[in-house]
């Protein structure tokens, strides 16, 4: 079975939430004054993220992405991996990470069938990542990436967003890490998502973020797979690894756009900055899922075909990712 939506989309990726709780409190991601924590009975339990995961499988999704907040901080979360990872029909579970825990979870992660990691890490100066996480420490994070190449994960993927003035002067750093190591090391655009004023002149295009590689080292562009995300990938000449540019902001890549978003809460949505969304919790009360599954279905069909968060005259809300995912 495969969810094709409007536009023509093949929709086979399920970004999914499991806490809006997070250990650190990353400038683009939380207000200075952090956000209101979910009650516990507000959010989905296992057996009901269990319950929305497997229908969304049913229905065509191979590929589940477990986000947060950050997932890790979920006590149960490896036992309830080790669910997912054996859904029928499910072709990858991976996880998105901080880092802040992956020394003690590495290895039951991949025990319980975590197939990949990525991992957040803006700054490789101890300062600046401090000043960036408002107050987390590096070398924990460093520990976690070392204790993952240990459990045996493939390729780490280092998400770093670019944010000019800030941390823009370490971009050959971290290309650089792929040098070495299979890591693929992708460079995000910095988004609007806290509507803060003046992000346009933090948000580094994706262009000027690759020439500005390009100048110190020869770049062979690589093809992407079939459920990757949406970066462009590249390869330094003779590099173990690879380097990713992602452009929501200066280049959206909406056309290719294979995901749908369904937060801790049990809200459903097809695009990171539309408000529509659908509350799954009366359809999980009432225990149909032939109405799960056509809610999805629906879902799908109204993802939208674009986002407009460049757009100096669209209206956009704020974007809470700690309780979307990003």
Same mark, same amino acid.
């Given at each position: ?57 049913? +229905? ?111 971009? !050959? ?5 792929? !040098? ?17 004023? &003046? ?29 990757? &995300? ?19 902001? #200066?280049?959206?890549?909406?056309? #290719? ?22 509350? !799954? ?12 599954? +056509? ?6 069909? +109204?993802?939208? &075909? ?21």
């Amino acid at each position: 079975m495969a969810l094709i939506d409007t536009y023509g989309r093949r929709i086979n990726y399920l970004r999914l939430s499991v806490t809006d709780r997070c250990n650190m409190r990353c400038c683009y991601c939380m207000p200075a004054q952090g956000v209101a924590k979910l009650g516990h009975k507000e959010m989905l339990s296992y057996e009901e993220l269990y319950r929305v995961s497997a229908a969304c499988v049913e +229905q065509g999704i191979e590929k589940i992405r477990v986000t947060g907040g950050e997932p890790l901080v979920r006590r149960g979360l490896v036992d309830f991996l080790g669910r997912l990872s054996a859904l029928p029909g499910l072709r990858e579970l991976v996880l998105t990470t901080n880092g802040l825990l992956l020394e003690e979870l590495a290895q039951p992660l991949k025990d319980a069938g975590v197939a990949r990691l990525n991992i957040s890490l803006d700054s490789l100066q101890p300062e600046t990542f401090a000043r960036v996480t408002r107050g987390a420490d590096l070398k924990r994070v460093l520990a976690g990436i070392d204790a993952a190449q240990k459990a045996g994960f493939g390729p780490l993927k280092i998400n770093m967003v670019v944010m000019r003035g800030v941390n823009d002067q370490e971009i !050959l750093d971290f290309a650089a890490l792929t !040098l070495d190591k299979p890591y693929t090391v992708r460079f995000i655009e910095y988004m609007p998502t806290l509507q803060d004023e &003046g992000w346009g002149a933090q948000s580094m295009p994706g262009s000027e973020i690759l020439a500005a590689i390009g100048e110190r080292y020869p770049l062979l562009p690589l093809v992407s797979s079939e459920m990757a &995300g949406p970066a462009r990938n590249y390869k330094i000449q003779g590099a173990a690894g690879a380097i990713g540019i992602i452009t929501p902001v #200066s280049g959206h890549f909406c056309e #290719s756009c294979n995901r749908i978003r369904i937060t801790a809460t049990g809200r459903v949505r097809g695009c990171l900055f539309s408000e529509q969304g659908t509350d !799954l919790k009366p359809l999980l009360a009432s225990d149909d899922p032939e109405a799960l599954g +056509q809610t999805l279905k629906r879902i799908v069909t +109204q993802k939208p &075909g674009r986002h407009h968060i460049a757009e100096e005259d669209a209206e956009q809300a704020v974007v809470n990712m700690s309780r979307i995912g990003g």
